[in-house]
Nanobody, 124 residues
């Protein structure tokens, strides 16, 4: 079992930046691949980014590639999502998620543990 708590969301103007954090507790953090997902009102939860257990591999949704960067600090049991060049369409609740197995990155069901979410609102 692992508990995940996101932070760092907020209100930001289009073109600006935010960095989200997800703090984990429980089992060894490095045992988990970590992902970020987001869900806008009335929309399905969608994949944003994922990072492998030791940070050696990352993958991004096409919609955020080149703007967002996922990273992790296993010594601090934390995963980050640096979001640059934000657009209004990035507005959503952002969730971090953990997978004990190698996840198929975009599949929600491959992640067993989820945080409560943090709101990101981008205005133009």
């Amino acid at each position: 079992q692992v508990q995940l708590v996101e932070s760092g969301g907020g209100l930001v103007q289009a073109g600006g930046s935010l960095r989200l954090s997800c703090a984990a507790s429980g089992r060894t953090f490095s045992s988990y691949a970590m992902g970020w997902f987001r869900q806008a009102p009335g929309k399905e939860r969608e994949f944003v980014a994922v990072i492998s257990r030791y940070g050696g591999s990352t993958k991004y949704a096409d919609s955020v590639k080149g703007r967002f960067t996922i990273s992790r600090d296993n010594a601090k049991n934390t995963v980050f999502l640096q979001m640059n060049s934000l657009k209004p369409e990035d507005t959503a609740v952002y969730y971090c998620a953990a997978s004990e197995l190698a996840p198929r990155p975009s599949l929600v069901n491959d992640y067993a543990y989820w945080g409560q979410g943090t709101q990101v609102t981008v205005f133009s």
